[in-house]
């Protein structure tokens, strides 16, 4: 089974970026323990800071992966073309957020990815993508 984790803006500084929310653990410890975890899943990693990027790596997967699991970060609230990327593939998107985006800012309430999502899970920090993997399973 192939998965990919994708990961939007800003989430290369997690670890540094914003403790008392995001946590002080990075990206990188967290999956690699992920992948250690599950062997039986051929499970890769992509980040970008682009908008444009991330658009290109949801279509390059989206017809040939078993899952994506998206964390848009702030163009969760912002693109357009994201969320048109999901709708546009056949690979399902479980939508994933660290903090609970409903308890925080008016502006962080609002999902372009949602509606084209398989599901959502958020506000477990960095386990929101554990159970996403697991949703695959
Ligand atoms: C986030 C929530 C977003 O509102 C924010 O812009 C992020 C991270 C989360 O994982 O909690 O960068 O997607």
Redesign the pocket.
Known sequence: MKIIIIN????NLLGKREQS??GNITFEAFYQNLKEKYPQIELSYFQSNVEGELIDKIQEVGFSYDGIIL????Y??TSVGIGDAVKAIETPVVE????N?FA?EEF?HHSYISAGAKGVI?GFGLQ?YELALQSFL
């Open positions: 939007g803006p800003n989430l929310i995001y964390n848009a970060a702030a969760t609230h994933v957020h660290i903090s985006t925080r962080r958020l929101s």
